[in-house]
């Protein structure tokens, strides 16, 4: 198929050219990024804009079973939703995130809804740029809510946050005042902090845990683009799917808020302009590797080097000055 | 001043040169990196190695009175001491490690000892490559040991075990065995774990805690190039002067050791090829900021993005088919 006949069955919501769509974003080869340049560009003709939500836990949280509750909740409502993955750890665990979609049995049979596992790549600068054009292909699809899972580990975070509008950080009750260890990077990147498990024997500790994170955020400075009260704690319990239109309700208004303000719009013009800094940076570090004559020059002045032959600033400014001729 | 006669003055041992040196290194500007590149290469024929000694301690644990009285006692001995420190932070706090040599009076007054502070550089990749290159430098100065000390945080430590020889993490008696948060990443790249403070009312806690430590260490698989009981925890009173010897003891007999079974040699290798891959991609890089026509293009480019008139993926491709022609 032409790339441009790919970019039209997306847009007319055709669910296998998304998957095939997605796949091409995801190579590497120098010709499949020049397809996947075009494919976005026609895509981005669209105009589509889904609302991009962020969601962040850690492995016990019921990360999947919030998603298959919450998005099962969300086409109920008519919506379409579309389901993607950051893990950085993918390379190794081969695939930990969403790998098995048996966890969300009912959202992965529903027409409306979109699930797609993180890549495999190695590289977290390569699933972040697998990620936002995946996006902006769910986005072209005609899908209406494009939630971005990840583990709650390393940059993954600050990654997802810096390509979402609403990021939400879903944690697990706990015992005390312990605050789970979150950093405080982290929490000051959530706009939603869900306390999931609020059910049975754990529903009273996760009203607490709740009430302590409520009392941690207050601590920190309110954000000029939010509204009164914002960022807030809430608690739902996935199983008994209880408390999820809430937490829609919250991403909802503050996503309007934003979008009135003019929020919303700057903010992904901005984190457009930065995922065309890195794509650039990512490329010209690409060409060290895929280039043959580079990667052949690379390797011999690193014996060299290695040898003790040739200082490594001089053979660095050696190959440099080749690569600018 | 040509830069091989500074060369030249740098290996007669001139202090003065030294610092000069070395701020040639720092600096950005094209033309420096291709004189600071001669200045190495040059010095690198002198053949000359120090012992490569990594220190990393967060604020509090007493770092800059260990280095003063470590660095004092190797001095005594008729060893010549230099001091570097990476700080990742100088660039926001004006430089926290070591811009205030007051707090080692004695030893920034040795005429065997020579203390640089952190460059003032936003980027850790900068001060890296400056570290290291500040590394040779001493090195062909005929410095015998050189001690780079880092701040317990991030990645800084990383860092400074890969351009060392032997790691030294410096902690603080703590209560319990709460073993202060060290995150086992850091706890499995030390070779000796030094508990200061061992002097008072903490000569106890810091026992008990060094006790704990050597624990947690043993559960650390060893390490093929080390002989047996290494990695190993020690108690130090920096203020009272007091199991400073036994530290240096442990380091030479490691160093020693490592030195030959070949494992030295070969490390050494290994980091020396690093640094020329991580100098070629910094290089690379660089050409996007400080190349006026590129930097340019990717301001307007950038714009357009920002506006929504191009595809981030479209614009980078656009801008690397540029730096390619």
């Given at each position: 198929m032409q790339t441009r006949d790919l970019a039209q069955a997306v847009i007319a919501g055709d669910r296998r050219a998304l998957a095939r769509a997605i796949t091409l974003v995801e190579s590497g080869r120098a010709d499949h990024r020049e397809a996947a340049a075009e494919l976005l560009e026609v895509c981005a003709k669209s105009g589509r804009q889904a609302l991009r939500i962020g969601l962040s836990g850690t492995p016990g949280v019921g990360k999947s079973s919030f998603i298959e509750a919450f998005g099962t909740m969300l086409t109920g409502q008519g919506l379409r939703v579309a389901v993607l993955a950051v893990d950085p750890s993918s390379a190794r665990s081969g695939g930990?995130?969403?790998?098995?979609?048996t966890r969300m049995e009912r959202l992965s049979r529903d027409p409306r809804a979109f699930i797609r596992p993180s890549p495999s790549q190695a590289e977290l600068g390569g699933v972040a740029r697998r990620t936002r054009e995946a996006v902006a292909l769910c986005e072209a699809a005609g899908f209406d809510v494009v939630l971005i899972e990840t583990v709650g580990v390393g940059q993954s975070e600050t990654l997802v946050a810096g390509m979402t509008d609403i990021f939400v950080l879903l944690l697990a009750p706990a015992g005390?005042?312990?605050?789970?260890?979150?950093?405080r990077g982290i929490m000051e990147m959530a706009d939603l902090i869900v306390v999931n498990k609020?059910?049975?024997?754990?529903k009273h500790t996760a009203t607490r845990t709740c009430a302590d994170y409520a009392g941690a955020l207050r601590l920190l400075r309110k954000r000029p683009q939010d509204p009164e009260g914002f960022p807030k704690a809430l608690t739902v319990s996935a199983v008994e799917e209880h408390g999820l239109d809430r937490v829609w309700n919250e991403i909802r208004d503050l996503a309007e808020w934003r979008s009135s303000s003019g929020h919303l719009a700057s903010r992904r013009a901005e984190q457009a302009r930065g995922w065309f800094e890195e794509e650039v940076r990512q490329g010209l570090l690409a060409r060290l590797t895929r280039d043959p004559v580079v990667k052949g020059e690379m390797d011999r002045l690193g014996q060299s080097v290695e040898a003790g032959d040739i200082a490594p600033a001089r053979a660095a400014s050696r190959i440099l000055s080749q690569i600018k001729g």
């Open positions: 930990s995130i969403l790998g098995d979609k005390g005042d312990e605050l789970q260890g979150v950093k609020a059910d049975g024997d754990l």
